[in-house]
């Protein structure tokens, strides 16, 4: 009875005061640089990147959610990367949101002679589909005071779609600064998505908007001797009435054989504690975040941490493209 009045109490906030609809999050969000900002498109050492992302969330709560994401993207020699991605997230037992992207990006804006310090615009084209299956739904009118719920009564709620396609435009851009001979290489971005606020076409009533998602991120990789760095970072975002903060840091390290390891955690405010472990073999990166919720939620209903597995493969020609390339942090 507990959880059931804690999501009665979360749904009826969205519908009072959102009145829209809020886009999935990641805690690895660096690792699916599209979802992100779309200037991060073509943001590795390397010639061609496959990431993938997978995010179990809230599994204690009504179904809680999941989220798996696919993303591509390939550099060119004339300052222009092009990618290409999908998002699926699962909510409850009936629901699901899927954004498919293709983005561009521009990386010939220079401010010095050597081309360490860059300014990158992208550009992000694609649909946001949501769905919902209605016989999973359980309304006011199939509950009675003496039995409860009885699936055998019908439902009067009428819905004109149960799906919805609409067309999704989003930029942004990044700025930062390679240059070898500096300790500390700052790195900065700013993306804007859902730019024409598409409607939902649920019902032709209906008034809910898909609110543009205004984002803020960045950081500084600290050089604290050859093989050893730290990178401070942080992301805020906010859509709609919903916003998030994380801050936090991760160090990385050489290992053995041609092998990194990363560590580190952020903290989302108010809301989890992600702690971070990654590792580097080859041309593979291998992610692991887990959030420990410390929210209100959290405190009243047991087991509603997250957990979030990514894996990352970048082709190749050469064994190194040099300093002059910005090496995307992986939060």
């Given at each position: 009875m507990k959880k059931i009045l804690i999501i009665i109490s979360i749904i009826s906030v969205s519908i009072g005061q959102l009145k829209a609809q809020i886009d999935p999050h990641l805690s690895q969000y660096y690792v699916y640089p599209s979802w992100l900002n779309p200037a991060l498109t073509g943001a590795f050492e390397g010639d061609f990147r496959v990431s993938g992302v997978y995010r179990n969330q809230w599994s204690n709560v009504a179904e809680g959610f999941n989220a798996a994401g696919l993303s591509a993207d390939v550099k060119t020699n004339k300052n222009l990367n092009f990618g290409a991605s999908v998002l699926q997230q699962n909510a409850g037992a009936g629901y699901s949101y899927l954004?498919?992207?293709?983005?561009?990006?521009?990386?010939?804006?220079r401010f010095d002679d050597q081309g360490y310090k860059r300014l990158v615009f992208g550009l992000q084209l694609g649909v946001v589909n949501r769905k919902f299956d209605g016989s999973k739904f359980q309304f006011g009118n199939q509950w009675d005071p003496v039995n409860g719920y009885n699936a055998g009564t019908g439902s009067t709620e009428n819905f004109e779609n149960l799906s919805s396609s609409v067309l999704d435009i989003g930029t942004g851009a990044v700025y930062y600064d390679a240059d070898p001979s500096k300790k500390?290489?700052?790195?900065?971005?700013?993306?804007?998505?859902?730019?024409?606020?598409?409607?939902?076409?649920?019902?032709?009533?209906?008034d809910e908007i898909l609110p543009i998602r205004y984002t803020v991120h960045g950081g500084v990789n600290i050089n604290l001797s050859e093989g050893l760095s730290i990178v401070p970072n942080a992301l805020y975002l906010r859509q709609g009435n919903a916003s998030e903060t994380m801050v936090g840091a991760y160090a990385q390290m050489d290992g053995l054989a041609g092998t990194d390891v990363m560590f580190g955690a952020n903290y989302r405010l108010n809301d989890a504690i992600v702690p971070y472990l990654g590792l580097t073999v080859k041309n593979l990166v291998f992610g692991f975040s887990y959030d420990f919720n410390n929210s209100d939620l959290g405190k009243n209903v047991s087991n509603v941490n997250s957990t979030e597995f990514s894996i990352s493969y970048v082709f190749r020609k050469t064994k190194t493209l040099g300093a002059k390339q910005f090496i995307c942090p992986r939060f």
């Open positions: 954004m498919a992207n293709a983005s561009a990006s521009y990386s010939g804006l500390a290489n700052i790195f900065a971005g700013f993306s804007l998505s859902h730019l024409t606020q598409p409607k939902s076409n649920f019902t032709s009533q209906s």
